[in-house]
């Protein structure tokens, strides 16, 4: 096979090996980023933070719009599932970032 022709093959699954991993690295931080209190499920966003921060809820509507009452910690709760999850992603993304070739892609 031609040398242009290999490296440019090479190079092709490097970057669909790349796309498809940064995929499953978002995908495991959003669902990392899933927080059950009181019966309901929210997805920890920076939004819900800010809302939660500004407004101080005694009742807040989870992800699929039932009424939940939250305590005084909540804001705390999903703030540490947030903080933990980017965390996480962070590390793994640069751990991502480093590899060059496709074994090392796969082996992350």
Do not use: W
């Amino acid at each position: 096979m031609d040398k242009r022709l290999e490296r440019a093959l090479e190079h092709s699954n490097l970057m669909v090996t790349l796309n498809n991993q940064k995929n499953i690295l978002m995908q495991k931080f959003h669902s990392d980023r899933i927080f059950y209190c009181n019966g309901g499920k929210f997805t920890v966003t920076k939004e819900l933070i800010a809302f939660v921060k500004v407004s101080n809820p005694n009742v807040i509507d989870d992800d699929n719009c039932t009424p939940i009452e939250v305590d005084d910690t909540f804001y705390e709760k999903i703030f540490a599932v947030y903080n933990e999850a980017i965390n996480k992603y962070n590390t793994e993304y640069k751990k991502l970032a480093k590899n060059r070739t496709v074994e090392g892609f796969v082996s992350v």
